[in-house]
């Protein structure tokens, strides 16, 4: 689910932001081919709720063609006091040449909880991917703690996704029956955060590890992976932006998007 770090105005606004880049894509276990890259997002912001929409296309060199859009609304309590609640919701689509188009929703809610400069938040989601096949119910538990100093935000937290796998034929001896099985696949994200907002800069960086329970249909998937990405911005004037980033993402399960090793540089705009 995506969380609202950043405070929230107590007066409506809009805000919106473009990105055109240029640089070396690659999904997992396939090679890197240079790429261009296009995004936007726009958000109708205030204290106690959000809309926000955003969308990108990769155009790469040779391959296939993948673009997403996203739909989140969120609405919450007054953040000010000691405790308060999150309820979001989400609707997104992924779309890759020569693949189903992958559609997801699911909802959930927080708990934040305040204690001097540390925040803490547990909550948990749930929803369904649907590729035109088959349809992939999934749900998640979450929780992490966040603090900040001067213009940086720092972050840890942990989520626990479970979803079901594709349908499969299982034999029983006893009477023979071919019975269809659905294998769980449970994983968890754990990761670092790092925010910082000097003047004319925006710095973010992440880090994790996803831990795999493996399964006897799973039992190919390692059983722990690193993943990570780092992006900066420097504010050239108010309203542009040369922007760069660099990471490698796994697959996020819940939206249907596949991971993916990059290195783009670009211009922003808002």
């Known amino acids: ?8 105005p107590v007066h409506a606004q809009w805000r919106a932001a473009a990105e055109l ?54 609405l919450r309590s007054d953040p000010r006091r000691p405790f308060s609640i999150e309820v979001t919701g989400v609707a997104s689509a992924y779309d890759e040449s020569r693949f189903p188009r992958m559609l997801s929703g699911f909802g959930g809610a927080r708990v934040h909880a305040r204690s001097g400069r540390l925040v803490f938040w547990g909550g948990g989601a749930a929803g369904s991917l649907d590729d035109g096949a088959f349809t992939y119910p999934h749900t998640l538990l979450e929780g992490g703690v966040a603090t900040a100093w001067r213009f940086m935000r720092f972050t840890a937290g942990a989520t626990r996704n479970s979803t079901l796998g594709e349908p499969r034929v299982e034999f029983t001896d006893d009477p023979p029956v071919a019975l269809p099985v659905r294998d769980r696949l449970r994983y968890t994200d754990g990761n670092i955060t790092v925010q910082a907002r000097p ?66 540089l670009g211009m922003r705009v808002r």
């Open 21 to 74: 880049g240029a640089g070396r894509v690659a999904q997992p276990e396939a090679v890197a081919r240079a790429a261009a890259t296009a995004n936007a997002s726009i958000g109708w912001l205030r204290e106690s709720m959000a809309v926000m929409g955003s969308g990108g296309i990769t155009l790469p060199s040779a391959g296939d063609r993948r673009s997403h859009a996203e739909l989140a609304a969120v």
């Open 1 to 8: 689910m995506p969380a609202i770090w950043l405070p929230l």
């Open 199 to 264: 003047p004319r800069l925006e710095i973010d960086g992440r880090l994790g590890m996803r831990l795999v329970q493996r399964t006897i249909a799973y039992e190919d998937l390692p059983s722990a992976r690193v993943f990570g990405a780092a992006s900066a911005a420097w504010w050239m004037t108010p309203r542009l932006a040369l922007a760069a980033s660099v990471g490698h993402e796994l697959a996020d399960l819940a939206r249907g998007l596949p991971g993916a090793r990059y290195a783009t």
